[in-house]
């Protein structure tokens, strides 16, 4: 008999680098590109600070262990998996090991460490990747048990429940998940498991054998695989022959994406050829295709983010299972009350190596080697006593019978010569004892020259697009994708403009309109639709829009007119079940329970899965007095979600024992709120104030991350609000009022509709409410009303409130919304009077002067002025030594540079590698005027030796032009002209830059190469270089500029607004200069040079120009 699964909570000690304290100012990146999709991070406070030095810190892990596999998960760090080990091949630990935490700014509100596996939804990386989970052991039966971690997310408050399975005797391991989305309105969602693998040059990853190409992100571009043909992410492949296999991590130097378009296979894994261990993933590829490859790359660059992300662990490569998707980004929907159910399976490998089939069961393979013989075997995931493996090519069958095999023992057959015939006569076949078929495989040659999946192309403008369908379909596209950077609005309304009526176009808007909570325009546009729809019939096919007008109608007080709206929806079969559960909502209100209970019976006969609907009925039967009926529910209900935060407080209300429920969410503030606003929308206002009551007088259950909205002004003001709407006693239900509003502003991120209908009420009751204001306006903000954030947050100041964040919030919204500079510095300049502390105020300041583009004196002065808040920030640091470069101050900017250990953020690395070359050339170039030529040397060779402590490397596609030419000028200096030459010459043969990790056409080093080609005589050419460099700067002014559509990562548009269009005729009024001073035209020069410093005094290029201009 196997031993039973172990399953058990243990305090584990791990070093751990600290975080800096979360953001109490509120965030809003409205332009901020994340992977591929929306960077937006509101409401999670942010946190862009990551210590040096390590740390010991307890973590609450889980164990789950049988004879084969050993697991270790950690609940609060996202519920991640952060070990797995093959106890049948010397605890070889299959996942990548992290013995140590060690966060990065990688994820969306900053900390995210590496290893394991993270759990990527609903969006990538996780936006509570480094909040806890609740956790729970199930217990099986059969032996079995699962470790179970759930969480609301914190963006959208879906959610999501992940279980990891192990049964006695089996090293598979069963991943369960229930994504639940138990909002009323329909959401998208992204589902990757990112499992990270332990990588050097004998680790290779395997993918089907039909995988003949592979695409980027968004499918913006495609590559053959596994041997490269062409160019991908600007590496050669093509030149590179015998390194161009993209399944070894050694041959990939750049950070790299790849990901399966299509096959036929339900697998994909890793195999470390020095251990000789791995694991295969297992899943169904019709529920989930995804199959990706994401490296940092095996070069200097992708090896600094090694070093950032663990100390000892070495470099890794993520292989990604998506399910719902094939692509980041690549979302998939979620109706309201919709749950979707899946499993995903991984085991580990031994001594058979890559495979070219596998199933839950067993994995084959079977190669024709280098020499033409068969490479072949069979493993499997548990014990197969007796099996049978049957090698046929063509009609020859060869047998090898009474294979024992199991966990651990694999058969690695015999190295075969070939029978002949062809290749794809080869066929492999695994049979139990009994004859059975477990897996089978035929050789398989895929067809290269087939590709189904075409590139992407960015949708034309709105008024470029052909119709009103295309129309309605890229403004959908652009919503589903939470696009960062276009708005899916303006197609909606080109539509509209063309056709006023257009149902879909209407509903969408008026969809829009209600998440944003403007629901007077929603009711317009989704009357509308109505219209429309019911034009000529009066039962449409779609009841969404009357699904939807009724929700609109229900947060506008008018329930009758829901009542009706919600029943005509329940006529489409598609809004059944949400329509009748909003018709339960509403019975409960006027205390009907008998016929909320029918009509939750019929929500619940068209999909049993919604918890809601589940908890709610549980909730009625207990009001008609059938308690067992209600038990039995209730009991149900955790049978499948163990975790149900709502299920967890229906029980504890009939048994008045709150321990464990507040025990297992951990009596954080925002599920407390989720599990209120769920009694609140039933009517069930006791239940409701039951809850929050006992939330305040608990305290809230310590974790070891960070997460400083486990306490929420928000739970006060929903305490008045619920015993308004009870009837409490007026003086009752103004003390509640006041001690919300006595409560401090710091994380009162408001985020749900509920939360902007309380505050919307506590401002019609008597009394100053800055406290509402300040929320209601961080709401408004995150959700682009801005001039009505404005307006609450200008009555917040009014007040007299001596708080920080309010004054800097509308510094923010002058700039962004207003263009308005003034009143952004006096905006700024309020709120550091009232908080001198907060370094963030001082660094946004001096990026608001930047954006104002003051004298670069002016900005030196007022960091120096609060250097001690300065230090506290990587970026404001670097932004120092930014200035003492523009101000020839480089060996301040060097001493800086040199006793910091920085942090870079993920997507915005190179910017602290700028100002260290240019301390270095700067300090090399005076060097070299002085006549010290050795000096000088050793400056610009110490460019291209980074010290560890700026945390960064050079990339790969990193132009460094301006280096090779100052090399080039010391050694001839020196004498040594022969080692000139050859700088000059790499000077001269570099083509564009590589700058905010995107390669650059032209670019300012341009001028360097003519330049190097001047000294080395090649003057005709020197001249073209300058020529061009002019000719292509001028083409460009006056052209309007956009973020790339397809941008991956863009994290520098962050805080401030910027004229993109500005800005780039900035960058091409530059180019023109420097080919004009190179062409010895310094009348031009100047002109265009003025240009661009009007723009920016802070362009390093164009204030070295303006020296040599004199």
């Not at 940092?296 to 470099?315: I, S």
């Not at 059975?436 to 495989?441: A, T």
């Not at 008045?720 to 409490?728: D, E, K, P, Y």
């Not at 670069?856 to 002065?861: C, D, G, I, S, V």
């Amino acid at each position: 008999m196997p031993a039973a699964v172990t399953a058990c909570f243990e305090d584990l000690i791990l070093p751990t680098y600290p975080v800096g304290r979360p953001e109490k100012n509120p965030v809003f990146f409205e332009k901020r590109v994340y992977q591929g999709s929306n960077g937006k991070v509101y409401p999670v406070p942010f946190i862009d600070k990551v210590f040096d030095e390590p740390h010991p810190v307890r973590y609450r892990s889980v164990r789950l262990e049988n004879d084969h596999v050993r697991l270790v998960l950690l609940p609060e760090i996202g519920g991640r998996v952060l070990r797995a080990q093959d106890k049948t091949n010397r605890d070889y630990d299959f996942f990548y090991r992290q013995d140590v935490i060690k966060p990065a700014l990688v994820g969306l509100a900053g900390p995210w460490i590496s290893g394991g596996v993270e759990f990527n939804w609903p969006q990538h990386h996780r936006p509570g990747t480094f909040l806890p989970a609740d956790a729970w052991i199930e217990e099986e039966a059969d032996g079995a048990r699962t470790v179970w971690c759930a969480e609301h997310d914190p963006m959208g408050r879906r959610r999501e429940l992940h279980g990891l399975r192990l049964r006695p005797g089996s090293a598979l391991i069963e991943l369960r998940v229930r994504l639940h989305n138990c909002t009323a309105l329909p959401q998208t969602f992204l589902w990757w498991a990112n499992v990270a693998a332990r990588v050097h040059d004998q680790y290779q990853s395997f993918f089907p054998p039909d995988v003949h190409y592979v695409a980027d992100h968004a499918v913006r571009a495609q590559v053959s695989f596994p041997i490269a043909q062409g160019p991908y992410y600007g590496v050669p492949y093509q030149d590179r022959p015998g390194a161009n296999d993209l399944t070894w991590y050694r041959h990939i130097p750049v950070p790299t994406s790849y990901m399966v378009c299509e096959t036929a296979f339900d697998f994909f894994g890793g195999y470390d050829h020095a251990a000789q261990g791995g694991f295969v993933h297992v899943a169904n590829r019709h529920l989930a295709p995804g199959k990706k490859q994401w490296t940092w790359g095996n070069h200097a660059f992708g090896h600094a983010w090694d070093r950032e992300l663990t100390d000892q662990g070495g470099p890794y490569i993520e292989l990604m299972a998506g399910v719902y998707t094939d692509n980041q980004p690549d979302f998939s929907y979620l109706a309201p009350g919709e749950t979707k159910v899946f499993s995903q399976y991984w085991w580990p490998l031994q001594r058979i190596g890559p495979v070219q089939a596998a199933n839950e069961h067993a994995a084959l393979r079977l190669v024709i080697d280098s020499d033409g013989r068969l490479d072949f075997g069979a493993a499997a995931a548990a014990p197969l006593p007796g099996a049978r493996l049957v090698l046929r090519e063509g009609d020859r069958p060869r047998l090898f019978e009474r294979l024992d095999l199991a966990p651990g023992r694999p058969f690695v057959g015999p190295r075969l010569a070939r029978s002949g015939g062809p290749e794809t006569a080869l066929e492999l076949t695994l049979e139990d004892a009994a004859g059975r078929p477990i897996l089978s495989y035929r050789h398989t040659v895929p067809d290269t020259t087939r590709r189904t999946r075409p590139v992407a192309v960015e949708p034309p403008e709105p008024a470029a697009t052909g119709s009103a369908d295309e129309l309605f379909f890229a403004g959908e596209h652009l919503e589903q994708y939470d696009h960062p950077t276009r708005a899916p609005e303006a197609y909606w309304r080109e539509a509209l403009r063309r056709d006023p009526g257009d149902a879909r176009c209407h509903l969408a808007l008026g969809r829009r309109l209600l998440r944003r909570g403007e629901l007077a325009a929603a009711a317009e546009h989704l009357g509308a639709a109505v219209a429309r729809l019911t034009a000529r019939h009066p039962n449409p096919m779609t009841g969404e829009a009357h699904y939807h007008l009724g929700l609109v109608r229900r947060w506008q007080g008018r329930g009758e007119e829901a009542y009706a709206l919600f029943y005509k929806a329940t006529w489409d079969y598609a809004w059944r079940a949400p329509a009748y559960l909003e018709l339960a909502n509403l019975d409960g209100r006027r205390g009907d329970w008998s016929r909320a209970l029918a009509h939750l019976d019929a929500s619940l006969d068209t999909n049993r899965l919604n918890n809601r609907a589940l908890v709610l009925r549980a909730v009625v039967l207990r009001r008609l007095g059938r308690a067992p009926e209600a038990a039995a529910a209730l009991a149900a209900l955790r049978a499948v979600d163990p975790l149900d935060p709502w299920a967890h407080a229906e029980a504890a209300t009939t048994t008045d024992d709150w321990e464990a429920f507040l025990a297992l969410t951990r009596n954080d503030a925002q599920t407390i709120l989720d599990v209120v606003f769920d009694y609140a929308e039933a009517g069930l206002l006791a239940e409701a104030l039951a809850v929050l009551e006992r939330h305040h007088a608990a305290p809230v259950v310590p974790v070891a991350v960070p997460n400083p909205q486990a306490r929420s002004a928000g739970t006060r003001y929903a305490l008045a609000w619920l015993q308004a709407q009870a009837g409490a006693a007026p003086a009752e239900v103004t003390a509640a009022l006041a001690d919300a509003r006595a409560q401090s502003p710091d994380y009162f991120f408001p985020s749900r509709l509920q939360e902007q209908i309380v505050l919307e009420w506590a401002l019609t009751q008597p009394g100053q409410d800055p406290l509402a204001h300040y929320g209601l306006g961080n709401l408004f903000y995150d959700r682009r009303r801005h001039l009505e954030a404005m307006a609450h947050w200008e009555r917040c100041v009014a007040s007299g409130v001596r708080w920080s964040t309010p004054h800097r919030n509308l510094g923010i919204a002058a700039w962004n919304v207003r263009r308005d500079g003034s009143a952004a510095r006096a905006a700024y300049a309020h709120a550091l009077a009232l908080d001198p502390s907060d370094a963030r105020l001082v660094y946004e300041a001096d990026q608001l002067r930047k954006k104002l583009n003051d004298p670069l004196e002016e900005r030196l002065a007022f960091l120096e002025q609060h250097r001690g808040l300065v230090d506290q920030r990587d970026d404001a640091s670097v932004e120092l030594a930014a200035l003492y470069n523009l101000l020839n101050r480089p060996a301040a900017a060097l001493a800086l540079l040199s006793n910091r250990r920085f942090h870079p953020w993920e997507g915005g690395e190179g910017v602290v590698l700028r100002e260290y070359k240019a301390a270095h050339l700067l300090l090399g170039r005076a060097a070299l005027a002085a006549g010290d030529a050795a000096g000088a040397l050793r400056h610009f060779s110490a460019i291209l030796q980074v010290p560890a402590n700026l945390g960064e490397a050079w990339h790969l596609h990193q132009a460094v032009a301006d280096v090779n030419y100052w090399l080039g000028r010391a050694l001839r200096a020196l004498g040594r002209d022969a080692e000139a030459a050859e700088h000059f010459a790499a000077c001269a043969a570099e083509r564009g830059d590589f700058s905010e990790m995107a390669v650059a056409v032209h670019s300012p080093l341009g001028y360097h190469r003519g330049l190097a080609l001047r000294e080395l005589g090649r003057e005709e050419e020197a001249r073209r270089v300058f020529v061009e460099l002019r000719a292509y700067g001028l083409a460009r002014i006056g052209q309007p500029a956009r973020i790339d559509y397809f941008a991956t990562s863009l994290p520098n548009l962050l805080v401030f607004d910027e004229d993109l269009s500005a800005r780039r005729d900035a960058e091409h009024h530059l180019l023109v200069a420097l080919g004009a001073h190179g062409l010895g035209e310094a009348t031009e020069a100047r002109t265009h040079l003025a240009a661009t410093l009007r723009f920016s005094r802070a362009d390093r290029t164009a204030v070295e120009l303006a020296r040599e201009l004199g």
